[in-house]
């Protein structure tokens, strides 16, 4: 398969400026249709489990697609039509109907490029992750000119800067070569699929994933709008999201240079530990921009490490026939249920228990998923 790097680079910018307009400000965007913690936290639930679903679903019909490309194709299209519903409705089960359709279409794109990607450059991590950060640049623009955008404009304004950013997804989509690929055997893909995951390794990744994420919940949920409760503007919200995705970026163009210092189960203890020390701080220095800022370069680590050496025990724990369902189910397990649990437990605890301890239960569930890292990646390394 020969498809230009530079191709990958421009879906990831586009994918994660996307990205950038939901993760930081559609919290916002709901407290503004005067939506409850509850509801926000019911909302965002919902959208996480449409990625447990969707990934799934369409990675066990990717073999009625002549390639991955015509899935993604057919993917971005769709995410495209659901969301222009946006426009026309403002009640929660009319928003909970566009968040589920454009968010089952929009999670099947990301597990395909991921598999195209790697494949294309030879299952290399140091280079997938000159190429992903792409995606990291694209979240970091995106959430600082937002920010700004925001406070100059209206938060209204938000759906349509979505669909822009979906608009030109769907056109490089379609502006990908097509790759065609022979189908499989079903039953055979299933049996050997199935039986991997009885593995103690891939239970023990899949679990320390979830964990994770679940402790993402109350970051990609509630942050801004804790933010926002303690006086900040919208431009210093993008500054904090785009500090850490800049950690991000420099971590991922030089990943490939440091990852011999430890095995893959080193790197993913120490950033899960990260993780937790960062989300229970950030509870209880809300009212310290200069802590905040401190404390977001930690993403380099919550991130950047993980997806990277999270892609490379993909490719390790299966063969290449069956990683993009491997990549469906990691994806989907532990940014879904994982982000779906964590979304919808924040969305409960915020307002009897306070910002600050939920920020501090996200890193008990951290610091769970170092635990479980160190216990069961010990058989997985270089």
Known sequence: MSVSPSRFALFYALYFALLGCIAPFWGLYLQHLSFSATDIGALMALFGVVRIVAPNMWAAQSRRFPGPVHMVRLAGLLTLVCFSLIFITRDFYGVAFVMLAYGFFWAAMLPQYEVLCMQSLGNQVDRYSRVRLWGSVGFVVSVLVLGWLLDSLSILALPVIMWGLMFLITGNAWLMPAVDHPPKPQSQDDHHFWRRLRSPAIAGFILLNVLLQLSFGPYYTFFSIFLSDAGYSATMTGMFWGVGVIAEVILFWQFGRIMHLLSWRGWVTISLLATAARWALTG????????????????????????????????????????????????????????????WVSGLLWEPLGGTLVFVLAGLASLAGAVVAWLTLSSVER
Do not use: E
């Open 284 to 343: 209880y220095m809300i009212d310290s921009a200069a802590m905040l800022f401190l404390l977001q370069t930690l993403h380099a680590f919550s991130f950047a490490v993980m997806h990277a050496v999270s892609m490379r025990y993909v490719q390790a724990l299966f063969p290449a026939h069956l990683q993009g369902r491997a990549q469906a189910l990691y994806s989907s397990v532990s940014f879904g249920v994982g982000g779906a649990v964590g979304a």
